[in-house]
């Protein structure tokens, strides 16, 4: 089991936090997103872990010595959304965790025994143009309502097994040899393939935040202090 973690935007709303970091950097509680990210998956056992970068790349090479991360870089970065961050570790996905690098994590929802893919989420009474996640009976994905609503929210971190990655992989191929991916997030390649893929559990959870505006993190860390 390993991990990808993509962290190669801009973060252009959490300025001016970004102005000399990047966002998976930015601090919530004393510790940067990325770095809690890390810890708690070394202390299930994963240490594979590679990290996708792009603006301001030279903050995260200290986690290479520091937890053994190996850092890959995004050249377009600063053109296109995540699914070309995806493309360029594409190898790698398979029986593994893929993270956001801007969701801070307050309890640790990593678990080594997973047989199915999954979406780790959060339960909202109401959201606004979020990616929701809607289930069926068994707790499982039947399709992505993007908009606004009830329920489950895509919150930044899966889970994909190596036959669901496989078919995942194709349709990212397809959609960068189609050169009309600019706005495009890996997840669309999972929107894509949902019918091909094996049933995809939803994990609702605690804890997880997925931080966008300085208003957020100050809103978390009052939550937190609590």
């Known amino acids: 089991m390993n991990a990808i973690i993509l962290a190669a935007g801009l973060g252009t709303r959490l300025r001016p936090l970004t102005d000399d970091r990047p966002k998976c950097m930015v601090e919530v509680c004393g510790i940067p997103m990325v770095e809690r990210q890390i810890q708690f998956l070394h202390e299930v056992g994963i240490s594979d872990i590679t990290l996708v970068s792009g603006y301001k790349a030279e903050s995260l090479e200290y986690l290479k010595d520091k937890y053994g991360v190996d850092i890959v870089t995004n050249p377009k970065y600063d053109i296109v959304n995540n699914i ?11 029986d593994t965790y893929v993270l956001e690098g801007d969701v801070y994590m307050h309890k640790n929802c990593f678990r080594t025994d997973l047989t199915q893919s999954a979406y780790f989420s959060v339960w909202k009474k109401t959201y606004n143009r979020e990616w929701g996640l809607v289930t069926d009976s068994r707790d499982c994905l039947e399709h992505v309502h993007i908009g606004d609503g009830q329920g489950y929210i895509m919150s930044g971190i899966s889970y994909w097994t190596k036959s669901d990655a496989a078919k995942i992989i194709a349709r990212i191929d397809e959609l960068i040899k189609g050169d009309e991916y600019e706005n495009l997030f890996w997840d ?17 959870i605690e804890g997880l935040y997925e931080i966008d505006t300085v208003e957020e993190l100050r809103g978390v860390e009052i ?4």
């Open 188 to 204: 669309n390649a999972v929107i894509d393939s949902i019918s091909s893929l094996d049933p995809i559990k939803v994990y609702g």
């Open 84 to 94: 070309y961050s995806m493309y360029v570790v594409k190898e790698r996905l398979g």
């Open 223 to 226: 939550l937190l202090s609590k």
